[in-house]
């Protein structure tokens, strides 16, 4: 069992930057995949980064690819979310995610096995 927790997220203005930060309970956090998704108003869940249980690879969706980076610290069992020129279609409700199988980079929602209550990220115009 893996308890997630989101923070960091707030208002900011456009072309500013964030960093989300995910704390994770249990003793495993090193054995999980991670992953950062985000849900606007009105849309469905997308897949916005995912780190692998080294840190040693990392993937992204092509709309935050150059401008996110995803980290972890596994001796802080914490994933981060390093968001740098924000845009205000960025503005979304954040959650970080933990999947079980090492063996893949996931960016299906559904195939996750733990999630955060996820934190809001507004970014103004």
Request: charged share 20%; proline share 2%; glycine share 10%.
């Amino acid at each position: 069992q893996v308890q997630l927790v989101e923070s960091g997220g707030g208002l900011v203005q456009a072309g500013g930057s964030l960093r989300l930060s995910c704390a994770a309970s249990g003793r495993t956090f090193s054995s999980y995949t991670m992953g950062w998704f985000r849900q606007a108003p009105g849309k469905e869940r997308e897949f916005v980064a995912a780190i692998s249980w080294s840190g040693r690879t990392t993937y992204y969706a092509d709309s935050v690819k150059g401008r996110f980076t995803i980290s972890r610290d596994n001796a802080k069992n914490t994933v981060y979310l390093q968001m740098n020129s924000l845009k205000p279609e960025d503005t979304a409700v954040y959650y970080c995610a933990a999947d079980s199988d090492q063996a893949r980079l996931e960016t299906r929602a559904h195939e996750y096995d733990y999630w955060g209550q996820g934190t809001q990220v507004p970014v103004s115009s």
